[in-house]
């Protein structure tokens, strides 16, 4: 290499973890996302990522990276109830070290029956994230007509054979 020839290496970190749902993945660092307060019900568990499931319904997995057979559908509330209205305390934008509120993108756990005849959504307490912090938390609304399981859509129960 000649003296005016500048050699760049750019060394991305990746990530290697197992799950049972996808099998072993590596994904770059940059795409983990740290709760630094645990999700409800999910203690010690602080780091995921978001891997895609049905973009074009706007589904995606919440895969944690600590605990291969946790990952959660969620969805984008919005798509779903334009209505829908959060209240992120100074607090939470604090931590989720947010300039503006376009930093955030909100996210809703979804839940299925067991005969798959009902598809919830937890609007009581919907997650924020930073992608660009890499940041995320639950913000439970506190004092809201909201429930844990809003109905998105009702069908005919699956039969057995």
Same mark, same amino acid.
């Given at each position: 290499?000649?003296p !005016? /020839?500048?050699?760049?290496?750019?060394?991305? +970190?990746?990530?290697?973890?197992d799950?049972?749902?996808?099998?072993?993945?590596? @994904? =770059?660092? /940059?795409?983990?996302?740290?709760? #630094?307060?645990?999700?409800?019900?999910?203690?010690?568990?602080? *780091?995921? %990522?978001?891997l895609?499931?049905d973009?074009?319904?706007?589904?995606?997995?919440?895969?944690? &990276?600590?605990? #291969?057979?946790v990952? @959660?559908i969620? $969805?984008? #509330?919005?798509?779903?109830? =334009?209505?829908?209205?959060?209240?992120i305390? *100074?607090?939470?934008? /604090?931590?989720l070290?947010?300039?503006?509120?376009? *930093?955030?993108?909100?996210y $809703? !756990?979804? +839940?299925?029956?067991?005969?798959h005849?009902q598809? %919830?959504?937890? &609007?009581?307490? =919907?997650?924020?994230?930073n992608?660009?912090?890499?940041v995320?938390?639950?913000?439970?609304?506190?004092g809201?007509?909201?429930?844990c399981?809003? !109905? @998105?859509?009702?069908?005919? =129960?699956v039969?057995?054979?």
């Amino acid at each position: 290499m000649s003296p !005016t /020839e500048v050699s760049v290496k750019t060394e991305v +970190s990746v990530k290697e973890f197992d799950t049972t749902r996808f099998g072993r993945l590596s @994904l =770059p660092e /940059e795409a983990v996302i740290h709760f #630094p307060v645990a999700l409800l019900g999910l203690d010690n568990r602080h *780091d995921y %990522c978001l891997l895609e499931h049905d973009n074009m319904a706007g589904f995606y997995w919440l895969q944690s &990276l600590q605990d #291969p057979a946790v990952a @959660l559908i969620v $969805t984008d #509330p919005f798509r779903h109830i =334009p209505e829908y209205e959060v209240e992120i305390p *100074d607090s939470q934008v /604090e931590l989720l070290r947010a300039k503006d509120p376009s *930093d955030l993108t909100l996210y $809703t !756990t979804i +839940s299925m029956a067991a005969d798959h005849s009902q598809v %919830c959504t937890n &609007l009581l307490g =919907p997650l924020a994230i930073n992608h660009e912090e890499r940041v995320g938390t639950q913000i439970v609304q506190h004092g809201s007509n909201y429930t844990c399981r809003h !109905t @998105l859509a009702m069908r005919q =129960p699956v039969e057995k054979v």
